[in-house]
């Protein structure tokens, strides 16, 4: 059995339930693929600086014990290019959702994730700057959501997904795949070399496809 280093990052607190999953994806991951996870870290923390101390202690460990570092995905490990250039460079680094991809992938999809971040930023502070001209209130600490309404909201984004058409192409392709393969890594790399996405338009992980085998009953 190989070993490896778990890393799981959160950009706020509020996005701190996010860990769990990607915690679940990578142990998934390990357990498909017979790799034991000797060390976990998780942090709170801006995937643009480079203030990931729990990152940088599972950096050291993983050249101590010769083994990689396993993310859910790239942009868990960091949003910024330069420092994500040097550890896909000089450290041995897997990402669940595509696993096996090519160092030239890793930087086009880092480039990608810091992009990304910057635009979020930039559209974030234009819309609060807009909001406040127009005297609006942000926040509402005295905001109340009662077990019913959380209910509701549930089932109403269960519904969603399972009307979604990403989804829906997917699932007949799960279907398909299951006759041959139930590692739910490869069929999510499948997926993803067929040009399937979620429906965010993001790529599949072995967790999502776990999901769809469950919602739609596969």
């Known amino acids: 059995m190989s070993k490896a280093i778990g890393y799981y990052r959160a950009s706020t607190f509020y996005q701190k ?11 998934d ?12 870290f998780e942090e709170i923390a ?7 101390l729990e990152l940088k202690k599972a950096l050291d460990l993983s050249k101590i014990n010769n083994c990689p570092i396993i993310c859910s995905t790239i942009d868990r490990l960091t949003r ?24 030239k992938t890793k930087l086009e999809l880092l480039s990608f994730a810091e992009r990304e971040k910057q635009i ?15 005297g609006v209130k942000l926040g509402n600490p005295n905001a109340t959501f009662t077990d019913e309404m959380r209910a509701n909201s549930i089932a109403r984004r ?22 041959e393969t139930t590692n739910l890594s490869e069929i999510a790399r499948i997926l993803n070399d067929n040009g399937f996405v979620t429906s965010h338009g993001k790529l599949f992980v072995a967790n999502q496809v776990k999901r769809l085998i469950k919602a739609h009953n596969l």
């Open 158 to 179: 269960r519904k969603n997904a399972q009307l979604n058409e990403n989804n829906i192409k997917a699932s007949v392709k799960i279907k398909e795949l299951l006759h």
């Open 46 to 52: 801006s995937g643009i600086e480079k203030k990931q």
């Open 17 to 27: 339930h996010t860990i769990n999953v990607q915690r679940e994806v990578v142990r």
């Open 120 to 134: 979020i930023s930039e559209r974030t502070r234009a819309t609060l700057k807009s909001l406040k001209k127009k």
């Open 80 to 103: 910024d290019y330069s420092f994500g250039k040097r550890i896909c460079e000089n450290y041995n680094t897997i990402f669940c959702y595509s696993p096996s991809m090519s160092l």
């Open 29 to 40: 991951y390990c357990r498909e693929n017979d790799i034991e996870l000797i060390y976990e």
